[in-house]
């Protein structure tokens, strides 16, 4: 058998096998034989049919058969031969049929892991952005809690305006494309929340009561029909109602309907708290991510396709059940599951890169998981329950799977902390933090 690998990439093989005559001719043999026994021609009993009429009638199943085997016979003890590991079922590129006194040749395409020597990860320049205080954020959180507790007041007369809620009658087309046609009755629709597309907000300001009005709107760019971006669209729109928003006064009241509060002063105080303790949150979440890219940069790598498959869908699972949790779906979002793949791709390339860089850093450090990192992690889980902390240990200590994840986590997070520790880490304000090294 001879087998030659051709290097398409770092970490894409072709590997081409050959198969000699000698060895094909015994398969097909071999394989007629077995169908033989098993055929049934019209004028025959079963197995006795003559061996020339076999193979003329069954000749397609030979192939399969002998194709199937040979495969099997030959491929991964050549990748075996070769120490080639697969991350991935291998990929038949070209294969050719058997014919009796002729060699079987066939390619396969693989993916194997990339080979990773850490370089530079000590040192790394990273920025972190700084934690400021915004009363601003405070202020608009608790505006929309009294949002939220508004009631809604029908009016008789006057126009629309920011803020109210309408209930109407609507017509969509966009002519050219009568499968975009839709229509709907009594839609409820606030004005000013920024959610309705451009043009038909500013069309309903100032609408009556009974009113009908055509509202032309220019289609986005991000559509998820390509071809209707920059086209008009045309709702019709029959006014039935308007009612105003009447929030609740701002005052102690108003702070004890949320439970956690006596005082709308102390109601301000603890949402400052809240809100730092989020924003410091998200900032020690994203210095993770930008060290991580800081590791990339400099010890750059290629990665194989099927890895980025399985992450990409490991994200687009994940968003499903978010989105399955609001009873919303990611079709509302402007996506499909092909769209989703190709959008966030870069990113999930980018996930594997650091993933595999990680890894590499814990072998090379000898960073271990003691029973006290452990033992912190299930007191991290259980919050404070006793009782439930007890029950944390038992389930890691009776499932294998689920321990070695919390230990493949924790050696994460402690790689992660060791870049940190030996990183240049530079505190800047959110707007200089994406800015490009030629404006600082």
Do not use: C
Not at 381 to 404: H, P
Request: glycine share 6%; net charge negative; charged share 30%.
């Amino acid at each position: 058998m001879q087998v030659q690998i051709e290097e398409i990439n770092s970490v894409k093989r072709k590997i081409s096998v050959e198969v000699p005559a000698e060895r094909v001719n015994a398969e097909i043999e071999k394989s007629f034989a077995g169908i033989q026994k098993k055929a049934t021609l019209s004028g025959f009993r079963k197995g006795k049919a003559p061996m020339q009429m076999v193979k003329k009638f069954y000749r397609n199943a030979m192939q399969d058969e002998v194709m199937r085997r040979l495969y099997e016979q030959t491929l991964f003890p050549a990748l075996e031969e070769h120490k080639l590991e697969p991350v991935d079922a291998p990929m038949i590129d070209d294969i050719a049929m058997v014919e009796e006194g002729t060699p079987f040749k066939y390619s396969a395409l693989i993916e194997i892991m990339p080979q990773i020597l850490l370089g530079e990860y000590k040192g790394l320049q990273v920025k972190k952005e700084r934690y400021i205080a915004d009363e601003k954020a405070v202020e608009g959180e608790i505006e929309r809690m009294r949002e939220n507790m508004a009631q809604l007041a029908p009016i008789e007369e006057g126009a629309v305006e920011k803020g109210m809620v309408l209930t109407v009658d609507f017509s969509f087309a966009v002519p050219g494309y009568p499968e975009e046609e839709t229509s709907g009755k009594d839609a409820s629709v606030e004005v000013g929340n920024g959610r309705l597309l451009p043009g038909l907000e500013e069309g309903l300001l100032g609408m009556s009561l009974g009113e009908t009005k055509d509202i032309t709107v220019t289609m986005p760019d991000d559509n998820p029909n390509k071809e209707l971006a920059g086209k008009p669209g045309v709702f019709t729109v029959t006014l039935k109602e308007i009612k105003k928003k009447e929030l609740p006064a701002l005052d102690d009241e108003f702070a004890q309907q949320f439970g956690d509060f006596e005082t709308i002063a102390d109601m301000r105080v603890k949402l400052a708290e809240m809100r730092e303790q989020q924003e410091l949150e998200r900032i020690k979440t994203d210095l993770k991510t930008r060290v991580i890219d800081a590791l990339i940069e400099k010890n750059p790598l290629e990665v194989p396709d099927s890895m980025v498959r399985r992450q990409t869908d490991f994200m687009l699972e994940n968003l499903k059940n978010r989105l399955k949790g609001q009873n919303m779906s990611i079709e509302q979002m402007g996506l499909n599951d092909d769209g989703f793949r190709q959008r966030f791709w870069g990113e999930a390339a980018q996930k594997v890169k650091g993933g595999l860089l990680v890894m590499a850093l814990v072998e090379k450090e000898n960073i271990a998981v003691e029973d006290a990192d452990l033992e912190a992690r299930y007191t991290q889980i259980a919050a404070g329950n006793e009782d439930m902390l007890g029950r944390i240990k038992e389930f890691y200590a009776n499932q294998a799977n689920a321990r070695n994840s919390m230990v493949a986590e924790i050696k994460e997070d402690k790689a992660i902390a060791f870049l940190l520790e030996n990183a240049v880490v530079s505190e800047v304000d959110a707007a200089e933090l994406n800015a490009p090294a030629a404006a600082e």
